[in-house]
């Protein structure tokens, strides 16, 4: 039920993020992960770096559209953050999301923060994956999504978690 679940959030998320990207630009992310306090840390951050929110601002769980096939969001999670996204210096983008406890998430100091690389090609989003996961950890190959992008995720040799995340044009 658990690994249903995190699908969901996988795909539900990566989906809003393709609604929200206005062009096929590369570009570098890193993504954060809280255990609920995502719009709080969000609104410190957008004040220090005095910057908006981009996309569709703070989107919630309870956004997430009725699918067949999985579980209902539960009432105690709708509420929280399913994602946002916020520039901050020189054109990089932080993200993040609340990663509840009822959809499988552990969170722990290592793993509450990724890297995500958004290549201009499918070509170089396998270049980076297979060179940057050799000696790592795969847990999500790169495989087409049902959200429209071609997606992996993975620790390298050093223990920092990626994401490569390339959108296929529509």
């Known amino acids: 039920m658990a690994l249903e679940n995190l699908d969901q959030y ?8 393709q609604e929200n990207k206005s062009s096929r630009q590369p570009r570098v992310c890193t993504y954060l992960n809280f255990p609920g306090n995502t719009e709080e ?6 004040s220090i770096f005095r910057s908006e929110f981009i996309g569709k ?11 067949s096939g999985h579980p209902p969001v539960a009432e105690e999670i709708k509420k929280m953050v399913l994602h946002v996204e916020l520039p901050i210096v020189g054109g990089h983008i932080l993200m993040g999301t609340d ?4 959809m499988g998430f552990t969170l722990a100091h290592g793993n509450n923060m990724h890297i995500c690389i958004e290549p201009e090609s499918r ?6 994956f297979n060179e940057l ?20 995720e ?7 978690k990626w994401m490569i995340n390339f959108q296929n044009p529509a």
């Not at 070509?123 to 980076?128: I, P, S, T, V």
């Open 99 to 102: 990663a509840p406890k009822e």
């Open 133 to 152: 996961s050799e000696g790592g950890q795969v847990t999500m190959p790169m495989a087409d999504m049902f959200f429209g992008a071609y997606f992996g």
């Open 41 to 46: 840390a969000f609104l410190f951050y957008r």
């Open 10 to 17: 996988i795909q539900a998320q990566f989906k809003l993020r």
């Open 57 to 67: 601002g703070i989107q919630r769980f309870g956004d997430i559209p009725a699918e």
């Open 154 to 160: 993975f620790s390298d040799k050093y223990g920092i």
């Open 123 to 128: 070509a170089e989003a396998d270049r980076l």
